[in-house]
């Protein structure tokens, strides 16, 4: 079975400032890893996404995360923060292709970022 | 390319009803999930289905169904509803399901059971 835990239900910062949104993963077989984005009414958006290779992956507006396998973290993180930051996040693991995976998105709780001016 | 679309985008219903909801993934997708999202348990992979076949299934109870058609639209169905359905009902489509290839979302329906 696969989990994600996202640490920290809210974060805060202020514009400009890092953001560094957390996440920790579970799974039995090698993982490929997601951070998708959704604005109030809206549905998800990808931010970025592990498979193999390059373990720091760089994602749209900015972001980027890094696959930490000794730490099973893929930590979401962005150089400053801007006003349309704002929103809910959520990462996602899946177990590659076949059997249970099929389809199958397992999402975190999500991490809601606020971003002051 | 135009996205992930579903329809309706807003559903009022009471309990004991039935509700379908539709999904149009993008062109050229064969791969169709759909999953439930609500404040307290978050999002839960209900199905999935790749021509025309369900390959993969959550834990959900038999009320909640589904199907795809042969151009790769989907539809879900939720019988007998309970208010604890009420929801933001998302489908993602993509071209082959599994491993690294990218789920895309549509908007949602958003389901309130009265």
């Known amino acids: 079975a696969q989990s994600v835990t996202q640490l920290g239900s809210h974060v805060s910062v202020s514009e400009g400032a890092l953001v560094l949104l957390r996440c920790n993963y579970s799974s039995s077989v090698p993982p490929y890893l997601f951070w998708y984005v959704q604005y109030p009414n809206q549905g998800l958006q990808l931010l970025l996404k592990?498979?193999?290779?390059?373990?720091l992956v760089k994602g749209i507006n900015g972001f980027e995360a890094e696959f930490k396998k000794s730490e099973t973290s893929f930590h979401l993180t962005k150089p400053s923060a801007h006003m349309s930051d704002a929103a809910e996040y959520f990462c996602?693991?899946?177990?590659?292709?076949?059997?249970?995976?099929?389809?199958?998105?397992?999402f975190g709780q999500g991490t809601i970022l606020t971003v002051h001016p | 390319k135009a996205g992930v679309t579903q329809t309706p985008r807003y559903l009022i219903k009471t309990r004991g009803q039935q509700v379908t909801l539709s999904c149009s993934p993008i062109?050229?997708?064969?791969?169709v999930s759909w999953y439930q999202q609500t404040p307290g348990q978050g999002l839960q992979f209900l199905f999935e289905y790749f021509s025309e076949t369900q390959r993969n299934k959550g834990n959900f109870p038999g009320r909640f169904s589904g199907r795809q058609f042969s151009n790769s639209r989907s539809e879900m169905n939720v019988s007998t509803l309970e208010l604890g359905d009420s929801a933001l009902y998302l489908c993602?489509?993509?071209?082959?399901?599994?491993?690294?290839?990218?789920?895309?979302f549509g908007p949602g329906t958003r389901l309130t059971v009265l």
């Open positions: 062109s050229g997708h064969r791969s």
């Open positions: 592990y498979t193999t290779g390059a373990t």
């Open positions: 996602a693991v899946t177990g590659g292709a076949g059997g249970t995976s099929y389809g199958k998105l397992t």
């Open positions: 993602a489509s993509s071209e082959i399901a599994g491993g690294n290839n990218e789920q895309f």
